[in-house]
């Protein structure tokens, strides 16, 4: 048998926790010494401990962990509760993480408020193109996570459908988002990923859309380094010299994304052209 300290230090738990299972009947001690009054535990009695730390984890509260309990959850719907709630926290992990990259990049952009320079924006005539393209929904802007997640699959799938009908890629692949709202307030995207092809055949059934991009007379440009959650600061760079130059964004919010040089896993590596197509701002 072990003490309430070694048993607590064996299953990871404090011993005011040990004390609190006792006292509401969640894990009773496995002997009591009648004279000194010392709970005593045995190694058996951590399996029980970790279904209760367990269930604890998967956010029940001690009322319904002991329902649980005594209902006695076999070990493989525990384990599938466990990945369920695992996978729930990784993805709430993967939200917070790009929220504070977000932040942080916002708090870049504060910084530079003031002295932004403009003098790398380029303006270019892009060429009307022909894509292989592949669409799909995300929530809206305010949800970084939905965008890439949404986005980023549709690459290799589209990359697997040309290889398997033979359609060669002419140049880097772009992205581009639309609204797509359904109902008023509706803030639903779209996101489309999409490989120039040139003048390549496709097949009837090829399983991605073929689609020219008309020609862009003039565009606003300017390379973005670093990951695309921070390509805020490149628009609100173009942003700034559009205005300073007398343009207007022909579709507000519209832009094009160009991956020229995407390192896989290295996405502080990354060079992205940013297009947005403009005209010239009527006079007042």
């Known amino acids: 048998?072990?003490?309430?300290?070694?048993?607590?230090?064996?299953?990871?738990?404090?011993?005011?926790?040990?004390?609190?299972?006792?006292?509401?009947?969640?894990?009773?001690?496995?002997?009591?010494?009648?004279h000194s009054g010392y709970r005593f535990y045995t190694a058996a009695q951590l399996r029980l401990l970790n279904r209760v730390t367990a269930l604890k984890d998967l956010g029940f509260s001690l009322h319904q962990v002991q329902t649980l309990i005594d209902e006695k959850v076999d070990t493989g719907e525990l384990w599938g509760m466990l990945r369920l709630r695992r996978a729930e926290l990784a993805a709430q992990m993967a939200h917070d993480t790009a929220r504070l990259a977000q932040v942080d990049a916002r708090l870049r952009m504060i910084e530079s408020e003031g002295h932004m320079d403009t003098g790398d924006v380029v303006l270019k005539k892009i060429p009307a193109t022909r894509y292989?393209?592949?669409?799909?929904?995300?929530?809206?802007?305010?949800?970084?996570?939905?965008?890439?997640?949404?986005?980023?699959?549709?690459?290799?799938?589209?990359?697997?459908?040309?290889?398997?009908?033979?359609?060669?890629?002419?140049?880097?692949?772009?992205?581009?988002?639309?609204?797509?709202?359904?109902?008023?307030?509706?803030?639903?995207?779209t996101v489309h990923a999409a490989f120039p092809i040139g003048d390549a055949e496709v097949p009837p059934g090829a399983g991605f859309e073929v689609v020219t991009l008309p020609e862009i007379e003039e565009a606003a440009t300017a390379l973005h380094h670093g990951s695309m959650s921070e390509a805020f600061r490149t628009g609100q760079k173009i942003a700034n010299w559009i205005d300073d130059n007398g343009y207007r964004a022909i579709e507000p919010g519209f832009a094009v994304e160009v991956y020229l040089d995407c390192p896989p896993g290295e996405f502080d590596k990354w060079v992205t052209e940013m297009q947005v197509p403009i005209r010239t701002a009527p006079e007042n």
């Open 132 to 189: 292989a393209m592949l669409w799909g929904t995300a929530t809206s802007y305010d949800h970084p996570t939905s965008i890439s997640e949404n986005l980023t699959p549709l690459y290799p799938r589209l990359m697997e459908l040309m290889e398997q009908h033979k359609v060669p890629m002419s140049a880097a692949p772009i992205a581009y988002y639309r609204p797509a709202p359904a109902e008023p307030g509706d803030e639903t995207i």
């Open 1 to 34: 048998m072990f003490s309430i300290g070694e048993f607590a230090g064996l299953g990871r738990v404090s011993v005011r926790m040990l004390r609190h299972y006792d006292a509401i009947g969640l894990l009773r001690p496995a002997h009591v010494d009648p």
